[in-house]
């Protein structure tokens, strides 16, 4: 699984657990940017008890993503939430692409809006609608 955004950890953690609760293998691969954040999101899994599970990196989400999912066979679920901006949304995409399974979900958090009219173009292209 991969997860990026900001929550301090908190989307790891429901993410976790729900893999203990399936009894499936795998691990929860997140990224922070921000090392404060991160530290906070580490304590959080860490006293959650899923620590053995989430795989916390620091740094830039689209430098990481690349070199975790390098020794990845295939990818399950990925939750794309950290930026909600068009550009970089479909940039965290790409770069996930070659590895989903073929059962994969890919979940995207774009509920940002950013026109007054709640028209986001964003969301119509990344879903094909007008």
């Not at 939750?79 to 890919?106: C, M, N, Q, R, W």
């Amino acid at each position: 699984m991969v997860e990026t955004g900001t929550n301090w950890g908190c989307t790891a953690i429901v993410l976790a657990q729900a893999l203990v609760d399936s009894g499936c293998d795998g691990r929860v691969a997140t990224f922070e940017l921000n090392p404060e954040n991160a530290d906070i999101a580490g304590k959080n899994v860490k006293a959650a008890g899923l620590d053995e599970h989430v795989k916390l990196q620091v740094g830039d989400r689209r430098q990481l993503i690349e070199a975790a999912l390098q020794n990845e066979i295939d990818l399950h679920f990925a939750f794309i939430g950290a930026s909600h901006f068009y550009d970089e949304v479909t940039v965290e995409f790409e770069l996930i692409s070659p590895k989903p399974a073929p059962d994969a979900l890919v979940l995207f958090d774009n509920s940002y809006r950013t026109e007054e009219d709640g028209k986001d173009p964003r969301v119509k292209a990344l879903s094909g609608r007008s």
